[in-house]
Structures are given as structure tokens and as C-alpha cells.
């Protein structure tokens, strides 16, 4: 395979949810023969105020055993990474992250990896952990999969929503590992009527063009809203056409805060019904 993703991030802990997201970017990683970098938060920190010790050394002691409490928890999360791994044949590292480091702070244990795979809502994740911020200042793509997700797979059957912009192409190329994997790609264009300029004469010909050049088995599928909100035009086609991952490229308008990312791109993040890989 000429395309692959070589270093694979995921946020996890030793939850039930946690487990599972380890599982899923361990599948992932082990298709794409990737390095797996496991990342989880240590706990808040609940160290007893300086007045509480007026009380003796018995709350001394409860702070030591919280203390030996988050060291094995740790030491847990550290161990099932290294298990899964195994069962894999993986080359995998475990991170530690502060529980209160910044969004932005976080950001930087997904600089220098090809994708980073989270929960949603996120396990193992610093407090301020926010996808936006991730998207906004590293420019790593991530893939989201909701908590409650019962699929078999991810990535088999993938919705690629193209609207001829930046940001879609964008996610296109970052999605390029899983859609030459990926057992069928439906390229949807909602309401490519009147867009001429943009999409040309026969709308996402060209792109499906470039696509299949890459081996990947695509088809173009163009839809009308019909008034319809476009993200739900895009939730839903995804669900008929049982893909179990939407890939779509979140816009924003100028750099101001992450509060001015679009409504599709909101609209989206905020749904738990697919994965989704989203790119900026």
C-alpha cells in the first residue's frame, strides 16, 4: 500500500469506553502499520488543603493512598496498552498528560503524529481537552468515534462529503490512507446544481478521477437538500448508505477563536451517530 499512516495517537484510559477506543485505533494502527502512541490524563488533583493536616496524620494517609491510588491506575492504563499492543504486534508508547493541561498544551502530543484517535466524549483527555482547539492550532486530523457506536468496524465503508472547497480537499488527502483500505468510498456532493464554477460540468468527475488513480473504489453520489440542513443531509445518507465513517473538512472563517468554526462543522462534531474524520 503506498499510503499509509505511520503514527497513530489515541486518547484512552481504562474504562469500558476507554478500552474500546484503544481497540479500535490498535485496529487501525495494525492496518496501516503504524507506531500506536497511547495518551491518558492523570486524575485531578485532589491534594488535601494545608488547614486539613491541623486534623493529624489520618489525613495524611488518605492523601498517600489517593496518591498509590492514581499511580496504579496509571500503571494500569500503562499495562493495557502494552497487552493490546501485543495482541496487535505493535510498537506502541504510553504518554502521561497533567488533568488540568490546557487545550492548546495538549494539542502538542498530537503535533507530530499522522492521526489522533478519540472518544466521544473523550476518555482519558486532559480537562480542557476540545477537538476545535486540536483542529485549529496542529492542523492533525482526528477521528472521533461516539462512545455509544455499536459498528464492527470503522473505516470500511466511508461517506467522503465533497464540496470542492480547501478544507474538503484538505480532509481528502488526510482521509487518503483509509480510502485506499476502505472496501467502498461514496464521494456525496449535496445541492452541486448552479456550481458550476466550482465543480465543474459533471460534478466530482475529476476528484473521482484523482481517486481512482489511487485505487480507491469510489463513487459519486449527488444529492438535493431540499431545504434540509446540509450536516443533516450528510448524517443522514451516511446512515442509509450504512458507512461507518463520514469524512468531511471543517471550515471556519478567519483565525479568531475557535467559537467561529462553521455550523456543519458544529453541527457535526456535536452528533454521535457515525465516527467521523475531520480535518482542517
Known amino acids: 500500500m503506498s499510503h499509509l499512516l505511520k503514527e497513530l495517537a489515541v486518547f484512552f484510559d481504562t474504562s469500558a469506553d476507554g478500552r474500546k477506543i484503544l481497540e479500535i485505533a490498535a485496529t487501525l494502527a495494525t492496518q496501516q502499520h503504524a507506531h ?4 491518558s490524563a492523570a486524575a485531578a488533583d ?5 488547614s486539613a493536616f491541623a486534623l ?3 489525613v495524611k494517609d488518605v492523601a498517600k493512598r489517593r496518591q498509590q491510588s492514581e499511580v496504579e491506575r496509571l500503571a494500569h492504563a500503562g499495562s493495557l496498552l502494552a497487552k493490546t499492543a501485543a495482541r496487535h504486534d505493535l ?6 498528560v497533567p488533568y488540568s493541561q490546557s487545550g492548546g498544551e495538549a494539542a502538542l502530543h498530537a503535533l507530530y503524529c499522522d492521526l489522533l484517535v478519540v472518544g466521544n466524549p473523550a476518555v482519558g483527555a486532559p480537562l480542557t481537552w476540545s477537538a476545535m482547539q486540536v483542529l485549529d492550532r496542529t492542523g492533525v486530523p ?4 461516539p462512545n455509544g457506536w455499536r459498528g464492527e468496524t470503522v473505516g470500511r465503508h466511508i461517506v467522503m462529503a465533497w464540496n470542492a472547497s480547501r478544507q474538503a480537499r484538505r480532509a481528502l488527502a488526510d482521509a487518503l490512507p483509509l480510502m485506499t483500505a ?5 464521494l456525496l456532493i449535496v445541492d452541486p ?5 466550482r465543480h465543474g460540468e459533471e460534478p466530482g468527475a475529476d476528484i473521482a478521477s484523482y481517486l481512482a488513480h489511487h485505487q480507491v473504489p469510489v463513487t459519486v453520489r449527488c444529492v438535493a437538500s431540499r431545504g434540509e440542513a446540509v450536516a443533516d443531509v450528510l448524517l443522514r445518507e451516511t446512515a442509509e448508505r450504512g458507512a461507518d465513517l463520514l469524512v468531511f ?3 471556519s472563517r478567519p483565525r479568531i477563536s475557535e467559537a467561529v468554526f462553521g455550523g456543519v462543522t458544529r453541527t457535526l462534531l456535536d452528533s454521535e451517530q457515525v465516527p467521523l474524520f475531520i480535518s482542517h
Open 249 to 251: 473538512g471543517a471550515y
Open 91 to 96: 510498537n506502541a508508547e504510553f504518554r502521561i
Open 36 to 39: 500506536l502512541i497511547g495518551i
Open 46 to 50: 485532589e491534594s488535601v488543603p494545608a
Open 182 to 186: 476502505a472496501e467502498s468510498v461514496d
Open 142 to 145: 482526528l477521528l472521533i468515534v
Open 56 to 58: 493529624g496524620d489520618a
Open 193 to 197: 446544481e448552479g456550481d458550476e464554477a
